[in-house]
């Protein structure tokens, strides 16, 4: 058992300061480096948990004796550094979207089988005290049909809305209500999707503006899910699951019941992701196993996301790989 679980940190930008602000905050959890390309921002974030910056990656990895490596960099980056985590054998945490394409995935997915590593993906959805709720509601019943939404606005980030950069708004943001689609009604086997001839309104945008996709599963439900970055706000993000006698509206902030008597409605506590590093870190130092969402699961998301993507650029159907 590892005492106290030192952590690399690849990537220093919004989403790797979450969550160093949550891996501070534990008492068995020593962050030792940051690694950036941009090493002034590297040494910005190492600097409130006294650690070392590093301009490259695999300087930080040759140079710090490390337990795990948590990988947050954006879509486009993805590949090399889970290359060379991987040749250095450490347990990592990624951030989804795993890769803006699935080459890049598959290649890591077959390299962490080969080595039998320690994974974990930011699919923090998963860990929504509402989800564990909602599984247990529908433990004894067989879901039917599920309709998803992510209704937002074109997030703050240059390349968001470049295709090649971010994959799509399916891929980058809807993620999260795929991987909820999966976990709740099982795999997708078939997806047909469109997408709007307009893009985001963005400089230099090639990203759909709103996307659709209806979505077979494996064991007899059906799914839609809509996307768009057309508004100004975050208008609502979640799934809606049906099943006999039984609809769920599960969100980040809670879940409401409907059944032929009044609707219940249950808020979530906010902690899923503090949660979700948790889990890693006690997976890491052999006290648990509550990881949630391993590198292979996340690529059976992954795969999903990236066939509604292929499929709305093409408008024909595309079965999803097993």
């Known amino acids: 058992m590892i005492g106290?679980?030192?952590?690399?940190?690849?990537?220093?930008?919004?989403?790797?300061?979450?969550?160093?602000?949550?891996?501070?905050?534990?008492?068995?959890?020593?962050?030792?480096?940051?690694?950036?390309?941009?090493?002034?921002?590297?040494?910005?974030?190492?600097?409130?948990?006294?650690?070392?910056?590093?301009?490259?990656?695999?300087?930080?990895?040759?140079?710090?004796?490390?337990?795990?490596?948590?990988?947050?960099?954006?879509?486009?980056?993805?590949?090399?550094?889970?290359?060379?985590v991987l040749e250095a054998g450490l347990p990592f945490f990624v951030e989804k979207p795993i890769s803006v394409d699935l080459a890049v995935a598959e290649e890591i997915a077959a390299g962490v089988r080969a080595r039998g590593l320690l994974t974990a993906v930011g699919h923090q959805w998963r860990y929504l005290r509402v989800v564990e709720r909602a599984r247990e509601l529908l433990a004894d019943r067989q879901v039917r049909m599920v309709l998803g939404h992510w209704l937002d606005k074109v997030p703050p980030v240059d390349w968001w809305a470049r295709r090649d950069r971010s994959g799509g708004q399916v891929i980058e943001q809807a993620a999260h209500v795929v991987d909820l689609a999966r976990l709740l009604a099982g795999e997708v086997v078939r997806v047909d999707a469109l997408e709007s001839l307009t893009c985001a309104a963005a400089p230099e945008a090639d990203v759909s503006a709103a996307t659709v996709a209806n979505?077979?599963?494996?064991?007899?439900?059906?799914?839609?899910?809509?996307?768009?970055?057309?508004?100004?706000?975050?208008?609502?993000?979640?799934?809606?699951?049906y099943a006999e006698g039984l609809a769920l509206e599960i969100s980040e902030a809670g879940l409401r019941v409907h059944t032929e008597q009044e609707p219940e409605l249950f808020e979530d506590e906010g902690t899923a992701k503090i949660r979700i590093d948790r889990a890693f870190v006690d997976a890491v130092r052999g006290i648990g196993d509550d990881i949630r969402t391993d590198y292979a699961d996340a690529l059976r998301t992954h795969r999903v996301a990236c066939a509604v993507a292929r499929s709305a650029r093409t408008e024909r159907s595309v079965a999803v790989a097993g």
Do not use: N, Q
């Open 4 to 84: 106290t679980c030192v952590i690399g940190m690849i990537g220093a930008g919004g989403v790797a300061a979450r969550h160093a602000e949550a891996l501070g905050g534990f008492a068995d959890v020593r962050i030792a480096a940051v690694a950036d390309p941009d090493r002034d921002r590297a040494a910005a974030l190492a600097d409130r948990f006294h650690g070392a910056a590093y301009g490259d990656h695999r300087a930080m990895l040759a140079g710090e004796r490390l337990d795990a490596v948590y990988v947050c960099v954006p879509p486009y980056a993805h590949g090399p550094p889970e290359r060379a």
């Open 215 to 241: 979505l077979r599963f494996a064991e007899g439900a059906v799914g839609s899910l809509a996307a768009t970055c057309l508004l100004a706000w975050k208008h609502r993000a979640g799934l809606e699951v």
